[in-house]
């Protein structure tokens, strides 16, 4: 494993445990995690593990990345947190049987492809898809939870057009 690698599971593994207890302690946090799930979806901040460079499909390898850091930091604290207890957990909320049918229509792909990890690079994407959405329906309960997500996709909006306009016209990339 290269020694990139090594850093940056290291470097996770020393975030987890971090951002579950402040999360843990500090509403605030929690929030910051939930935002951060979306907006850092916009930028590139993660590692590829089992790198296949010949691959020509959407993904190089197994992705992980800050969003599973704050994805498994954040379900550590829905899990755990006081202030979570008595609420229950939604195993399958509702609208997920969607998202469920469309990771299985992913499935086949597995069985087409010439090698097995090029199938489960597509669906480990769906996997964090289910992460992300199960994350969502389980800690947004108000409708001010729900502005502050609103507000999150708006300003992922806008990076990603940033990041668009300085890919085009500031780089010259077509």
């Given at each position: 494993m290269?020694?990139?690698q090594?850093?940056?599971l290291?470097a996770?593994a020393?975030f987890?445990p971090t951002?579950w207890?402040?999360g ?22 993660d ?7 010949l691959?020509?499909?959407t993904?190089?390898?197994y ?5 599973d850091?704050m994805?498994m930091?954040l379900?550590?604290?829905r899990?755990t947190?006081?202030r979570?207890q008595?609420r229950p957990l939604?195993?399958f909320?509702?609208?997920s049987?969607?998202?469920?049918l469309?990771?299985l229509?992913?499935?086949p792909?597995?069985?087409l492809s010439?090698?097995l990890?090029y ?7 769906f996997?964090?898809?289910l ?8 800690i ?8 502050l ?5 708006i ?7 940033m990041k ?9 990339m077509h």
């Open positions: 290269p020694l990139k090594i850093v940056f290291m996770t020393m987890v951002a207890v402040m843990y302690t500090m509403r605030f946090v929690e929030k910051a995690l939930l935002v951060g799930l979306l907006v850092v979806n916009t930028v590139d901040i590692i590829t593990i089992m790198n296949q460079p691959y020509r499909g993904t190089l390898g992705e992980f990345g800050l969003v850091a994805g930091a379900m550590a604290i899990l947190a006081p979570w008595g939604q195993w909320p509702r609208g049987w969607v998202l469920l469309y990771t229509t992913g499935l792909s597995l069985l010439v090698n990890n199938g489960m690079f597509e669906v480990w994407k996997v964090r898809g992460m992300c959405f199960w994350l969502f329906a389980n947004i309960e108000s409708p001010k939870d729900f502005k997500i609103i507000y999150a996709i300003a992922s909006s806008v990076i990603t057009t668009v306009l300085y890919d085009r016209y500031g780089l010259g």
